[in-house]
């Protein structure tokens, strides 16, 4: 009797420990299944299950609500930094361009056609800068800055030589005259001083630029119980003849780079509104941290838990769990909820930065503001998604999103090729063709159905042989794009759609995973596949294709 409870011939060790080993795999089973289940809970279900409170769904609620408050805040905010900066630019144009008659920014350039108009626009510039503290009507004054030059520069750029008899001789060495006139120092007399310099030879004369700073200051910031903002306005004024042909182009720039403001002193204010606005900035910062590290938290459980079911499948099955099940642990909400709070805490940092005055990076701030704030709504369709009737949207996207893309590759090689060629024939006869991004812009809106007559109507009929390209051109190209390539993309996301609505009326196809959730137990062993000697950058051609296509 000994010999056989000891021996495994009898068989009586041997069934007890199998039966102890089948004992441990249905209690290893069962605990792995039950935190697999925990895991792919929605909120509402874990806490019935567990009473665990959904932290990360009261984090992002809270999340959603104050940074949008801060991205309105701040909206507001930038928005009368740029139309300070806007109003500036045109005010500038209107004083120091003479007969300038824009009313808008985009009015980019002034035309001249006479060398008198030109020396007066010139001397109109200098009067100007030397009367400027009786113009104008805002808080802008000259600059005091000692460190830089104080007052107007006028720099003129010529070919050394160029002779036009009946015979041309030109050298395109170029040589640039600079003259300096303090605004202290200016009196009626400086253009017989500098007469040398002010004389233009019009054929040698590239460009006349003209520069000077000023200093100004945003009062409307004070309304948003900030410290005002303190301006330095570059600003430069082109007089353009690169193109030698008869028609000189004026063109005004303002650089406003903010400024630190000097000696302040703000009267009835709120002094306690900045320290009030950080301190909300901070808390913002502290709730989009605790939002990333309590999603870090959840990928890095997900990451040991998908290690313990891979291990308990090739352990107790012998077999590998397949990518599609492996990507079930991956919950990329997480990782976008992650790069929303990483981006709205740098964003945070900055407009903190800004409202002290250390920093004047608006266009940046508000970049990864707004941004994360588009992430962060995004996001909100994860809990949608836990109800059936909306998770259609987020099924058919990741349904159709790699079909979509091939798509969009093959597409796109039609699409630049029409757009470089629009761009070489059409560009100097169409507005909207001058630059390859004004022809992208025009054909995606001509693919939208937007503009069409406008495109048609605009081509100049200087050449024949254009204008008739340019019909074929835009027909083809409308015919294509819109009757073919985007009917075949909404059939791409319709096919999609379609099948998903299928599965969701008669199932959806049962992976390993949900096999195991739902305790089953018999798992075929799969046999080694061969490997393929198919590079991933190929492409495998189906039996149609090589049969019928003939490819």
């Known amino acids: 009797m000994e010999l056989s409870v000891v021996t495994r011939s009898s068989g009586v060790d041997g069934s007890v420990r199998v039966t102890n080993n ?96 030109v020396y007066d626009s010139m001397y109109f510039v200098v009067h100007q800068y030397m009367q400027f503290k009786n113009l104008s009507v805002g808080p802008i004054s000259y600059s005091q800055d000692t460190s830089e030059f104080e007052g107007l520069e006028m720099c003129r750029t010529q070919y050394k030589e160029v002779t036009s008899t009946d015979t041309f001789h030109i050298n395109l060495e170029m040589e640039t005259n600079c003259l300096k006139v303090n605004s202290s120092d200016m009196n009626n007399d400086w253009k017989l001083v500098n007469e040398s310099l002010l004389g233009l030879d019009f054929n040698r004369l590239i460009d006349v630029i003209i520069t000077f700073k000023l200093k100004g200051i945003n009062l409307q910031t004070i309304r948003s119980l900030e410290i005002p903002d303190c301006y330095d306005f570059y600003v430069t004024i082109t007089f353009d003849n690169q193109g030698h042909s008869g028609l000189l182009k004026v063109f005004l720039n303002n650089d406003a780079i ?11 204010s709120r002094p306690n509104s900045k320290y009030f606005l950080l301190v909300c900035d901070s808390f913002v910062i502290l709730v989009c941290f605790i939002s990333a590290v309590l999603c870090i938290r959840s990928i890095i459980l997900a990451r040991r838990l998908l290690q313990r079911f891979v291990k308990f499948f090739q352990d107790h099955y012998e077999r590998p769990v397949c990518e599609s099940n492996k990507n079930e642990f991956i919950n990329m909400w997480y990782i976008l909820i ?21 920093l004047a990076s ?74 390859l991004s004004t022809v992208a812009e025009c054909l995606f809106s001509l693919v939208n159905g937007d503009d069409m007559f406008a495109t048609f109507a605009q081509i100049q009929q200087k050449s024949i042989l254009v204008w008739l390209f340019s019909r074929v051109y835009l027909y083809t190209f409308i015919a294509l794009f819109i009757y073919m390539v985007l009917s075949l993309f909404i059939a791409l996301i319709t096919d999609s759609y379609e099948t998903i609505k299928k599965y969701q009326a008669e199932g959806f196809p049962v992976t390993d995973l949900e096999r195991f959730l739902k305790g089953c137990e018999d798992f075929p062993h799969l046999e080694k596949e061969e490997e393929s000697n198919v590079s991933f950058l190929c492409c495998k051609r189906s039996i149609y294709e090589t049969t019928v296509l003939g490819i």
């Open 22 to 117: 089948k004992i441990d795999r249905a209690e290893e089973a069962a605990i792995l299944r039950d935190d697999l289940k925990f895991y792919f809970m929605n909120p509402c279900e874990k806490y019935n299950a567990r009473k665990q409170i959904p932290w990360k769904l009261g984090v992002q609620i809270l999340k959603i609500i104050i940074i949008t408050l801060q991205l309105v805040l701040f909206g507001l905010r930038n928005q009368t930094v740029v139309s300070y900066k806007e109003e500036t630019t045109i005010t500038f144009k209107q004083l120091f361009i003479k007969s300038y008659t824009g009313s808008s920014e985009d009015e980019k350039s002034h035309s001249i056609y006479t060398q008198k108009d």
């Open 258 to 268: 903010i400024s630190e403001c000097n000696n302040w002193n703000i009267s009835a």
């Open 338 to 358: 992650i790069i929303s709070d990483l981006m709205a805490i740098i964003g945070l940092v900055l407009k903190m930065e800004i409202q002290t005055k250390n």
């Open 362 to 435: 608006y266009d940046c701030c508000s970049i990864l503001l707004g941004t994360s704030t588009l992430m962060v709504w995004v996001g909100v369709i994860r809990y949608l998604g836990y109800f059936q009737k909306y998770n259609v949207l987020i099924l058919t996207m990741n349904a159709a999103l790699p079909k979509v893309l091939r798509f969009c590759c093959c597409a796109g090689m039609i699409y630049l090729g029409y757009m470089f060629c629009g761009w070489i024939v059409l560009g100097p006869y169409h507005k909207k063709f001058e630059t």
